[in-house]
T-cell receptor, first 114, second 115 residues
């Protein structure tokens, strides 16, 4: 039972354009969402997060949007750069004593072409 | 900077061997985790620990065990390695359970091949 789903295995974007990565979840107990970026042969690195009490969080070129009613979140990267090419994982955690235990999506491979 | 260090980047083991994967973190984090990453499946939680000598099963614990004798160290043990345990193994740590807005910090990963 995949509670966090990233339905696009890959995304290809031109440098300077917007990249939009999507993520859907089914568990209504999730209340904290994160995006991680992973390069080959390295561990994932934290990118940006959002609490369920917000619908948007911005950090430089990265913005995460949360639509709780649709159980959907998205990561926008503007403008996209070749160095953004990586695998992006969406993750979620429940409240209470579950903080820190993350459920991940399958990942989306982003390729940014020069 | 938080540092999570896994003892090996690459390992090749034979079927039936007992395998130990070691992880150390230097930020005094209460929580530590072991995930495996497989193509198309994302990261799946094997085991986690929220305190010394405490452990809880994740989503795919079968064939694995863990040990946490010291706060900074969390070991994953493959009791009898099998080829379907060939994978990328990722250790992570985070602040104490219940703290809001907590992200997990990952090690560099161990690519294990079982032949």
């Amino acid at each position: 039972d995949q509670q966090v789903k990233q339905n696009s295995p890959s995304l290809s974007v031109q440098e300077g354009r917007i990249s939009i990565l999507n993520c859907d979840y089914t568990n209504s107990m999730f209340d904290y969402f994160l995006w991680y970026k992973k390069y080959p042969a390295e561990g994932p690195t934290f990118l940006i997060s959002i609490s369920s009490i917000k619908d948007k969080n911005e950090d430089g070129r990265f913005t995460v949007f949360l639509n709780k009613s649709a159980k959907h979140l998205s990561l926008h990267i503007v403008p996209s750069q070749p160095g953004d090419s990586a695998v992006y994982f969406c993750a979620a955690s429940e409240g209470g004593t579950s903080y820190g235990k993350l459920t991940f999506g399958q990942g989306t491979i982003l390729t940014v072409h020069p | 900077d938080v540092k999570v260090t896994q003892s090996s980047r690459y390992l090749v083991k034979r079927t039936g061997e007992k395998v130990f994967l070691e992880c150390v973190q230097d930020m005094d984090h209460e929580n530590m985790f072991w995930y495996r990453q497989d193509p198309g499946l994302g990261l799946r939680l094997i085991y986690f620990s929220y305190d010394v000598k405490m452990k809880e099963k994740g989503d795919i614990p079968e064939g694995y065990s863990v040990s946490r004798e010291k706060k900074e160290r969390f070991s994953l043990i493959l009791e009898s390695a099998s080829t379907n345990q060939t994978s990328m193994y990722l250790c992570a740590s985070s602040l104490y359970l219940g703290s809001p807005n907590t992200e997990a910090f990952f090690g560099q990963g161990t690519r294990l091949t079982v032949v």
